[in-house]
Structure formats: structure tokens, C-alpha cells
């Protein structure tokens, strides 16, 4: 009971409390409600002002960006009396980037008074568009300065000799020419300015390759002129120097004018820069041809040496025009030349040999070898020094035209009909010797004495074939050595003949007497023995004196014809003076 009465006591204690809470709660809400009467209150008050601030803001920043438009504007008005003695002074050392951003500044004011279309700012516009164009002058006349500081002449010969390559522009030069070409390229068409730059690279490159070349370019005509010896000996001639040094500085230049300009300019200014230096050098070329044109017998070596020394390096050349953009006419032209000159030289060394003049007082009188033998035979020794450009040039003369003797049936082709280069310098050397021959044998023919016939042909037959095994074996055939072997011993048998008046009075004579032997002889047979040896005696020393007076210049030939004159003399007389 006492239980239930404590349980009752609670209950009455809590739900006191209850009714508390619940009092409590109806404060709160209605505290709540209140305040959000206060703030739907506030917020009605405060909204338009916020609204308002915001719109303030706004003016207030707008103001202040009108206010700094004006003071730039302001400033852009000003700009020009800032920077025009920057400008017209022009960059000072290789400070070239403080010169580049007061351009920028101009461009930029330009610009931006350009679009307001403010009738005020006019008269400031074209006052920058003439800082603008001065400027840009002002950077290609400081382009022209740079890079004629490293464009100084040079003397080729001294690179070429010591085998040094040929020098460009230093990578710090060059990058700083680089950055104003492309500044130049770029920025001047957006300034309304067309630079030409690229006229300034050309003007100064092509004068500094010209000067270069300009004394190996003289070099080549004076060693020309003045050689040591009449006739031109291969090498000789400042051309190859020439041309290599051409070649060399044209493959620098294009590396040059890859690091400097722009690519789309390279190759067309590189076309124009090596212009005036290889107009020159073909006419150099010309020159020096038109000079063997006049002297055909002594200098057509040089036009040979020069189609040479150019084949050799075309491929170069080919790269060169192909760099450039295109090929020179000039230098095919001279090619051509050079070419037509050659073609020319064969028939008509061929004609001197077959026309030169047979006359008895032009003959040696000591029977020695020609001249003209003497000449031919260097004449082919020397073509044989150019053996591509010979054959080349006797391909497009054609087979034999240089002679009658083109049909010849034994003339060797290729299985296309074609005949190949070496087969048609073996064909124009033995047409040389074949017509040399008959020369010889047509001036032989004007001696009156046999033994000078026969020593002249003997002297000459033999250099001929001597100069065939020693030098032209390579561009004969063997037939052509066995038929000079042949007229060798044809006119050694013909001159031991000449010898035979005097052999015939030491011919064997045995005398018989009633079927045998004669042990002794009678006086008129005494009588004849001695007049036998006085003939023997009288002709031998006739034939001594008038043969000693002769030329046997080659002293293998003048033994052997001794040796064979021995052979036969000697033993004869022998044998008849024992008799």
C-alpha cells in the first residue's frame, strides 16, 4: 500500500512538470513566431538597400575602370612624345627586346584608339603609324648593320687548301639576326609595314660572296695567260680552285640563310644571293673557253680539264639549283660551250694531221722522228689525262664522225648497238696513228736517199710503238701495237738492205781448178780479192760517214739496228778474210 501510494506521489510530481513543459513550449513558439514576424519585417526594410549597395558597387566600379580607360587613353595621347626619340634613337647595342616592347606599346595604342573611331585621336593615329614605319626601318637598317659585322670577305683559297670548311655566321649572331627576320616577317604586314628584309640578306650575302670570289676568280684567268709552258698542262688553271671554292661557299650560305630567315624565304633568297657569284663564274667559264677557241692546238687540254673538274662535281651543282628552286640556264649554257669547243678539237686535229704540210725543207735531214710524231703522240697522252669527259664528248660527236672511217665493220658495240665509251676512244686513237701513218710515209716519200726513208719511218714507226706499249695500251687495241711491230721490222729489214751494196763484196767466193780446190791463187785473182776489200773498204767508210751523219735518238732502236748490222757484217767479213 505504501508502494502504490509512492507510485501515486510521481505520478502527481510528473505530470506537474508535464503541464510545466507544455507552458513553456507555448512561450517558445510564440517567442518564435514573433521573431519571424521581426525578421520577415527586417527583410522587407533591408532588401532595397542591398539592392541598392549592389547597384552602387557596380556604378562605383565602373567608375573606376571609365576612370583608368581615361587615364590609359589619356596616357596613349601622351605616348607618342614617350616614345618617338625611343624609337627614331633606335635599339641601343643588342638590346633589342626593350626596343621591341616600346614598338608594342605604339602598335597597341594604335589599336586601341583605332576602334574608338575618336575623331580627337586621328591626328595621334598617323603620328604612330610614322613612329611605327621609322621603327621598322630603323630594325632593318640595324639588320643590315649585324649582319654586314659578319659578313667580312674572305679568302676561300686558304679554307680549300688546308681542307677547313668554309665558315658561316657564329650561332649568337645568327640568332639574333633569326629573331628580328622573323619579327620583320611577322609583325611588320600587322602594322600595315612591308618589310624587305629579305632584300637587305640578299644585297649584303651576294656582295660578300662576290668579294670573296673575286681573286680566285682572276686567278683563273691570269694562270691561264701566263702559264710556265706552251702548251697547257692538266691542274694548272685556278678554275678547279674556283669552282670548288664557289661550291663550298654555296653550300655555307644556304646553311646561313636557313639559320636567319624565315623558311619561306630561304629558298628564294638563297636563289638571288648566289646569282651575281655564279653569273660570274660562267663567264669565267666562258672566258676560258673562247680563250682555247682562239688557241685550239695548245689550251683545248683546259676546256677538257674544265668539262672534268664540273662533271665530277655536278651532283653538287644539282643539289645547289635544287636548294635554289630551280636550274640555271647560265650554267648549262656554259656546259654547252664548254662541250661544243670539245666536240670540235677531234676532226680538226684529226684534218691537221692529214693537211700538214709534206715538204722536202721541213723534213729532219737527219731522218729523226717528226715533230708532228712528237705532237700527236702528246696530244693523245694528254686527252688520255680527261678520259671521261673524251669519252663523253666523242659519244655525242658520234661514232667516226670525226672521220670516214666510221663504218667500220670491225668496230665493236654493245649488244644495243651502242658503242661504249672506251671503245670509241679506241677508236678515234687508232684513226689518229692510222692517219699519222700514212703522213709519215707520204713525207718519207720526199727523201731521196733510201736509208733516210728507212731511218725516218724506222725512227718514227718505233716511237709510235714504243709510246703504244708504255702509254696506250689501256686504250688501244692489240691489233693496233702488232701492225706498228710490223712496220718496225719492215723498214729495219728495209734500211739493213741499204747496207747490201756494201755486203755484196764480201760475198763467198771459192775458186776451183780441174774439179778441185785452189790452194793458191793467180795474180789476177790476187788482184780481185783485193779489189773486193778496197769496194768493201771505199763503201764501208762512205756509208759510215753518210750514216753517222743520220739520228737514231731512241738508244734501244740504235743498238738493236747495230746489233742487226753486226750480225750480218761481221761474220762476213770474216769468213771472206779467212778465205
Known amino acids: 500500500m505504501e508502494r502504490l501510494d509512492e507510485d501515486s506521489a510521481d505520478l502527481a510530481f510528473l505530470e506537474e512538470n508535464l503541464k510545466k513543459t507544455e507552458k513553456l513550449t507555448e512561450n517558445m513558439t510564440s517567442m518564435l513566431n514573433v521573431f519571424d514576424d521581426r525578421l520577415v519585417r527586417l527583410e522587407a526594410s533591408i532588401l532595397p538597400i542591398h539592392k541598392s549597395t549592389q547597384t552602387l558597387t557596380k556604378l562605383v566600379d565602373n567608375i573606376d575602370k571609365t576612370r583608368n580607360s581615361v587615364v590609359e587613353i589619356i596616357g596613349y595621347f601622351d605616348l607618342v612624345e614617350r616614345e618617338e626619340v625611343t624609337i627614331k634613337?633606335?635599339?641601343?647595342?643588342?638590346?633589342?627586346?626593350?626596343?621591341?616592347?616600346?614598338?608594342?606599346?605604339?602598335?597597341?595604342?594604335?589599336?586601341?584608339?583605332?576602334?574608338?573611331?575618336?575623331?580627337?585621336?586621328?591626328?595621334?593615329?598617323?603620328?604612330?603609324?610614322?613612329?611605327?614605319?621609322?621603327?621598322?626601318?630603323?630594325?632593318?637598317?640595324?639588320?643590315?648593320?649585324?649582319?654586314?659585322?659578319?659578313?667580312?670577305?674572305?679568302?676561300p683559297l686558304s679554307f680549300i687548301s688546308k681542307k677547313l670548311e668554309i665558315p658561316g655566321i657564329p650561332s649568337a649572331p645568327s640568332k639574333n639576326l633569326a629573331t628580328l627576320s622573323s619579327y620583320l616577317a611577322i609583325?611588320?604586314?600587322?602594322?600595315?609595314?612591308?618589310?624587305?628584309?629579305?632584300?637587305?640578306?640578299?644585297?649584303?650575302?651576294?656582295?660578300?660572296?662576290?668579294?670573296s670570289l673575286t681573286m680566285l676568280a682572276q686567278a683563273s684567268i691570269s694562270t691561264a695567260e701566263k702559264r710556265s709552258t706552251p702548251v697547257y698542262e692538266k691542274g694548272?688553271?685556278?678554275?678547279?680552285?674556283?669552282?670548288?671554292?664557289?661550291?663550298?661557299?654555296?653550300?655555307?650560305?644556304?646553311?646561313?640563310?636557313?639559320?636567319?630567315?624565315?623558311?619561306?624565304?630561304?629558298?628564294?633568297?638563297?636563289?638571288?644571293?648566289?646569282?651575281?657569284?655564279?653569273?660570274?663564274?660562267?663567264?669565267?667559264?666562258?672566258?676560258?673557253?673562247?680563250?682555247?677557241?682562239k688557241n685550239m692546238q695548245t689550251d683545248i687540254y683546259l676546256t677538257f680539264d674544265m668539262m672534268e673538274t664540273l662533271n665530277t662535281r655536278m651532283g653538287t651543282f644539282e643539289e645547289i639549283f635544287k636548294l635554289a628552286g630551280k636550274k640555271d640556264t647560265a650554267f648549262g649554257d656554259l656546259l654547252h660551250s664548254l662541250r661544243a669547243v670539245a666536240i670540235r678539237s677531234f676532226p680538226e686535229f684529226l684534218d691537221e694531221i692529214k693537211s700538214h704540210p709534206t715538204k722536202t725543207s721541213g723534213l729532219p735531214n737527219d731522218a729523226t722522228v717528226h715533230e708532228l710524231t712528237i705532237t700527236t703522240l702528246q696530244h693523245l697522252k694528254r686527252l688520255t689525262d680527261y678520259p671521261e669527259a673524251v669519252e663523253s664528248t666523242l659519244l655525242t660527236l658520234g661514232d667516226g664522225n670525226w672521220n670516214a672511217s666510221e663504218k667500220d665493220p670491225n668496230f665493236s658495240r654493245d649488244r644495243n648497238g651502242r658503242i661504249p665509251g672506251n671503245a670509241v676512244m679506241k677508236h678515234y686513237f687508232a684513226d689518229i696513228l692510222e692517219c699519222l701513218a700514212q703522213s709519215l710515209d707520204?713525207?718519207?716519200?720526199?727523201?731521196?736517199?733510201?736509208?733516210?726513208?728507212?731511218?725516218?719511218?724506222?725512227?718514227?714507226?718505233?716511237?709510235?710503238?714504243?709510246?703504244?706499249?708504255?702509254?696506250?695500251?689501256?686504250?688501244?687495241?692489240?691489233?693496233?701495237?702488232?701492225?706498228?711491230?710490223?712496220?718496225?721490222?719492215?723498214?729495219?729489214?728495209?734500211?739493213?738492205?741499204t747496207w747490201k751494196s756494201c755486203f755484196s763484196n764480201l760475198m763467198d767466193y771459192t775458186w776451183v781448178r780441174g774439179g778441185a780446190l785452189k790452194t793458191t791463187l793467180g795474180s789476177n785473182e790476187k788482184q780481185t780479192v783485193k779489189e773486193k776489200f778496197k769496194n768493201f773498204n771505199t763503201e764501208f767508210d762512205e756509208l759510215y760517214k753518210a750514216h753517222k751523219g743520220y739520228a737514231m735518238p731512241d738508244p734501244e732502236l740504235r743498238n738493236q739496228v747495230i746489233r742487226d748490222i753486226r750480225g750480218v757484217l761481221i761474220p762476213m767479213y770474216n769468213r771472206f778474210l779467212e778465205k
Not at 450 to 474: C, D, E, G, V, W
Request: with cysteine; proline share 3%.
Open 442 to 497: 707520204s713525207k718519207a716519200r720526199t727523201y731521196k736517199k733510201p736509208a733516210l726513208t728507212s731511218i725516218f719511218l724506222l725512227n718514227n714507226y718505233y716511237y709510235i710503238l714504243k709510246s703504244i706499249r708504255t702509254q696506250f695500251m689501256s686504250v688501244l687495241d692489240p691489233e693496233v701495237e702488232s701492225k706498228f711491230d710490223k712496220m718496225v721490222k719492215k723498214w729495219n729489214d728495209a734500211y739493213q738492205d
Open 187 to 211: 609583325t611588320g604586314p600587322e602594322l600595315g609595314y612591308t618589310s624587305e628584309f629579305f632584300k637587305v640578306y640578299i644585297d649584303v650575302r651576294s656582295n660578300y660572296l662576290v668579294k
Open 89 to 155: 634613337k633606335g635599339p641601343k647595342g643588342n638590346d633589342l627586346d626593350s626596343y621591341l616592347s616600346s614598338i608594342g606599346k605604339c602598335n597597341k595604342a594604335m589599336e586601341v584608339l583605332g576602334a574608338m573611331s575618336l575623331k580627337s585621336s586621328e591626328k595621334i593615329i598617323g603620328q604612330l603609324k610614322q613612329i611605327l614605319k621609322a621603327a621598322m626601318l630603323q630594325l632593318e637598317d640595324l639588320f643590315r648593320l649585324w649582319l654586314t659585322e659578319r659578313s667580312n670577305p674572305i679568302e
Open 236 to 293: 694548272t688553271c685556278g678554275f678547279n680552285s674556283y669552282t670548288d671554292a664557289v661550291l663550298m661557299m654555296f653550300m655555307t650560305e644556304h646553311g646561313v640563310a636557313e639559320k636567319i630567315l624565315p623558311s619561306e624565304y630561304v629558298s628564294s633568297s638563297f636563289r638571288d644571293t648566289i646569282q651575281p657569284s655564279l653569273e660570274n663564274f660562267v663567264e669565267i667559264g666562258k672566258t676560258l673557253n673562247n680563250r682555247v677557241k
